[in-house]
Nanobody, 115 residues
Framework: QVQFVESGGGLVQPGGSLRLSCVVS????????MGWYRQAPGEQRELVAR???????IHADSVKGRFTISRANTKNTMYLQMNSLKPEDTAVYYC?????????WGQGTQVTVSS
């Protein structure tokens, strides 16, 4: 059984930072690409960043240079370091594999960037 549990969201001022964590249960973590996704109100869910099992990363243009995805395979945990946050980063953030396992979305963690 696969389960994704996100944490670390909150309210932050523009220019601030947050670090999201995702604990993954099940046997997929070490051998699959993993991704961070987000969904803003009224918008479709979008891929923010993904990381290969070996550690290579790809970030969306909208977050490149500000967000960094990483993973700790020994802990079945993935992270998203978010710096220089903007109001348009406000969304619920989710983790999942890439491509996503659509039957296993977690609750997500809310990130709100506002002054």
């Amino acid at each position: 059984q696969v389960q994704f549990v996100e944490s670390g969201g909150g309210l932050v001022q523009p220019g601030g930072s947050l670090r999201l964590s995702c604990v993954v249960s099940g046997s997929i973590f070490r051998n699959y690409q993993m991704g961070w996704y987000r969904q803003a109100p009224g918008e479709q869910r979008e891929l923010v960043a993904r990381i290969f099992s070996g550690g290579s990363t790809i970030h969306a243009d909208s977050v490149k240079g500000r967000f960094t995805i990483s993973r700790a395979n020994t802990k079945n945990t993935m992270y998203l370091q978010m710096n220089s946050l903007k109001p348009e980063d406000t969304a619920v953030y989710y983790c999942n594999s890439f491509p996503s396992l659509d039957d296993y979305w977690g609750q997500g963690t809310q990130v709100t960037v506002s002054s």
